[in-house]
T-cell receptor
Framework: GQQLNQSPQSMFIQEGEDVSMNCTSSSIFNTWLWYKQDPGEGPVLLIALYKAGELTSNGRLTAQFGITRKDSFLNISASIPSDVGIYFCAGFGGAQKLVFGQGTRLTINP | KAGVTQTPRYLIKTRGQQVTLSCSPI?????VSWYQQTPGQGLQFLFE???????NKGNFPGRFSGRQFSNSRSEMNVSTLELGDSALYLCASSPMVSFSGDEQYFGPGTRLTVT
C-alpha cells in the first residue's frame, strides 16, 4: 500500500538535544499529522497541519506543512526522557484515509 | 470520558483459522476505522465504517472484513489466517466520517499472533 517516506528510521540522542525528522510523499495531502506511539498503546496525535506553509507549535514540538503539500517536518527541542517512543507522520488527502510513514524510533540517553 | 477500547488485547491463532476482533468507540463517536500495523509494512488502513456502512476501504484481500452495529461498536474478521496476518490491529474512532484525519482517536490495539 501507499506509504510516506519518513526519515530517519531511528535516532539516538542525549537528553537536552534537539530532534528533527521529516516525511516526503509523491502525492499531495490536504492535512499532515504527527503522532507518537508508546509501547502497548495506539498512536496519539501531537500536531495537525492544514495549510501549505503552515508552521505550528505544541509546547516543545514544532511542525511545518511543506509548500508543495508533499512534505512535512517535526522538530522537538530540548528533548527529555518522556520523549522516547516512535513518531509517525501521516497524510490525509483525496482518498479520505490516513497514509502513514514508517516511523522514527527515538531513543534518549540520560 | 472513556477512550477507545479493543478486545481482546492479545490473541494467538493457528494458520487457517479465523478471528474476530472487537472495537468500542468513544461514547458519541459514530465512525470507526481499522488499521493493521506490522514492522515491515507499517500502519496500513483497512476500512472505515459509519452508520453501519463501510465508507472506505484499503488494499487488503477479501479475507479481511468488518461490520458496525447500531451502537457504533465494530468488529473486524480475518478468515483463513496466514502467518503474515500477525500484526497489531488498531481501531480509531471519530465523531463523524473523517474529513481531515485529526478527528480520529486510536485504541491500544489487539496483538494477533498467527502460528
Amino acid at each position: 500500500g501507499q506509504q510516506l517516506n519518513q526519515s530517519p528510521q531511528s535516532m539516538f540522542i542525549q537528553e537536552g538535544e534537539d530532534v528533527s525528522m521529516n516525511c516526503t510523499s509523491s502525492s499531495i495531502f490536504n492535512t499532515w499529522l504527527w503522532y507518537k506511539q508508546d509501547p502497548g498503546e495506539g498512536p496519539v496525535l501531537l500536531i495537525a497541519l492544514y495549510k501549505a506553509g503552515e508552521l505550528t507549535s505544541n509546547g516543545r514540538l514544532t511542525a511545518q506543512f511543506g509548500i508543495t503539500r508533499k512534505d512535512s517536518f517535526l522538530n522537538i527541542s530540548a528533548s527529555i526522557p518522556s520523549d522516547v517512543g516512535i513518531y509517525f507522520c501521516a497524510g490525509f488527502g483525496g482518498a479520505q484515509k490516513l497514509v502513514f510513514g514508517q516511523g522514527t524510533r527515538l531513543t534518549i540517553n540520560p | 470520558k472513556a477512550g477507545v477500547t479493543q478486545t481482546p488485547r492479545y490473541l494467538i491463532k493457528t494458520r487457517g483459522q479465523q478471528v474476530t476482533l472487537s472495537c468500542s468507540p468513544i461514547s458519541g463517536h459514530r465512525s470507526v476505522s481499522w488499521y493493521q500495523q506490522t514492522p515491515g509494512q507499517g500502519l496500513q488502513f483497512l476500512f472505515e465504517y459509519f452508520s453501519e456502512t463501510q465508507r472506505n476501504k484499503g488494499n487488503f484481500p477479501g479475507r479481511f472484513s468488518g461490520r458496525q452495529f447500531s451502537n457504533s461498536r465494530s468488529e473486524m474478521n480475518v478468515s483463513t489466517l496466514e502467518l503474515g496476518d500477525s500484526a497489531l490491529y488498531l481501531c480509531a474512532s471519530s465523531p463523524m466520517v473523517s474529513f481531515s484525519g485529526d478527528e480520529q482517536y486510536f485504541g491500544p490495539g489487539t496483538r494477533l499472533t498467527v502460528t
